[in-house]
């Protein structure tokens, strides 16, 4: 057998091998991320306080408080304080198609917006949160792929890549989910042009009614040197609440 139809033949044989492999990991990775979505909405319902704090790059900062609901494809954030932010309403639901549909009341101007898609990308009121973040998780219309194993804060995680199938705002997002308990103990956002641009880690998580729940969550803007963090408390889950607390409340859609 010649040089040239060896090549070949080597050649074929590990593409019939790598094809197989790289499907059974591509799925393994959707497995990974189906099983991190039931690890970060567990329970029928949840419920629970906030404080927002948001750290400029200077060290000063400005905290807001509110409530937080969640029940099946619905989320709600209203905030309480302080005076000037007081009424903000954000309702979140997930559409058939696994996208988010965002509303916001905003009481100085007694209106309710429907934030339209080609804005979501932007910081939700200055916060290192944009509004796609406070949402669901965005696992459609996306590829994944395993990058391999890491330990974050002593836990071992696998490394899972997404890459959009379609423009987006960011150009990849890398999640390290846990092993045990498949919550996303960090993840990394990446900017169109491939360069690191926030990042997000669940800094104390807490067992409540069994689950295993991010009690505080920091999300990081790099470039600007910039942070926002989530604190929860009064955390209770299954308390079977009205459908209308994931819901802007009806006297702002009138």
Not at 4 to 22: E, I, M, W
Not at 175 to 193: C, G, H, I, M, S
Not at 229 to 239: I, Q
């Given at each position: 057998m010649d040089t040239r139809r060896?090549?070949?033949?080597?050649?074929?044989?590990?593409?019939?091998?790598?094809l197989p492999l790289g499907v059974a990991l591509a799925d393994q990775a959707e497995e990974i991320l189906a099983k991190m979505a039931?690890?970060?909405?567990?329970?029928?319902?949840?419920?629970?306080?906030?404080?927002?704090?948001?750290?400029?790059?200077?060290?000063?900062?400005?905290?807001?408080?509110?409530?937080?609901?969640r029940k099946g494809d619905k989320k709600r954030v209203v905030f309480r304080s302080p005076v000037d932010i007081k009424g903000v309403d954000l309702a979140v639901e997930r559409m058939r198609d696994g996208m988010n549909s965002f509303k916001l009341y905003l009481p100085v101007?007694?209106?309710?917006?429907?934030?339209?898609?080609?804005?979501?990308?932007?910081?939700?009121?200055?916060?290192?949160?944009?509004?796609?973040?406070l949402g669901f998780e965005q696992l459609s219309s996306t590829k994944q792929k395993i990058l391999g194993e890491d330990n974050v804060a002593g836990r071992a995680c696998y490394k899972v890549e997404?890459?959009?199938a379609k423009g987006w705002w960011y150009g990849r997002i890398v999640r390290y989910v846990d092993k045990q308990d498949y919550l996303p103990r960090r993840t990394e956002y990446f900017a169109q042009n491939g360069e690191a641009f926030k990042q997000r880690t669940f800094d104390r998580v807490?067992?409540?009614?069994?689950?295993?729940?991010?009690?505080?969550?920091?999300?990081?803007?790099?470039?600007?040197?910039?942070q926002s963090r989530l604190r929860f408390s009064e955390v209770k889950y299954d308390t079977n609440f009205a459908?209308?607390?994931?819901?802007?409340?009806k006297e702002y859609a009138e």
């Amino acid at each position: 057998m010649d040089t040239r139809r060896s090549s070949t033949l080597l050649f074929l044989c590990a593409a019939v091998v790598l094809l197989p492999l790289g499907v059974a990991l591509a799925d393994q990775a959707e497995e990974i991320l189906a099983k991190m979505a039931q690890a970060v909405e567990p329970g029928k319902d949840m419920r629970a306080t906030f404080e927002m704090t948001v750290t400029s790059r200077s060290n000063q900062q400005v905290s807001w408080t509110g409530e937080y609901y969640r029940k099946g494809d619905k989320k709600r954030v209203v905030f309480r304080s302080p005076v000037d932010i007081k009424g903000v309403d954000l309702a979140v639901e997930r559409m058939r198609d696994g996208m988010n549909s965002f509303k916001l009341y905003l009481p100085v101007i007694r209106r309710l917006r429907t934030i339209e898609r080609d804005v979501r990308g932007e910081a939700f009121f200055g916060t290192d949160f944009n509004y796609e973040d406070l949402g669901f998780e965005q696992l459609s219309s996306t590829k994944q792929k395993i990058l391999g194993e890491d330990n974050v804060a002593g836990r071992a995680c696998y490394k899972v890549e997404s890459v959009p199938a379609k423009g987006w705002w960011y150009g990849r997002i890398v999640r390290y989910v846990d092993k045990q308990d498949y919550l996303p103990r960090r993840t990394e956002y990446f900017a169109q042009n491939g360069e690191a641009f926030k990042q997000r880690t669940f800094d104390r998580v807490e067992p409540i009614q069994s689950y295993p729940t991010p009690m505080e969550i920091t999300m990081r803007t790099l470039p600007a040197k910039t942070q926002s963090r989530l604190r929860f408390s009064e955390v209770k889950y299954d308390t079977n609440f009205a459908d209308d607390l994931c819901s802007v409340s009806k006297e702002y859609a009138e």
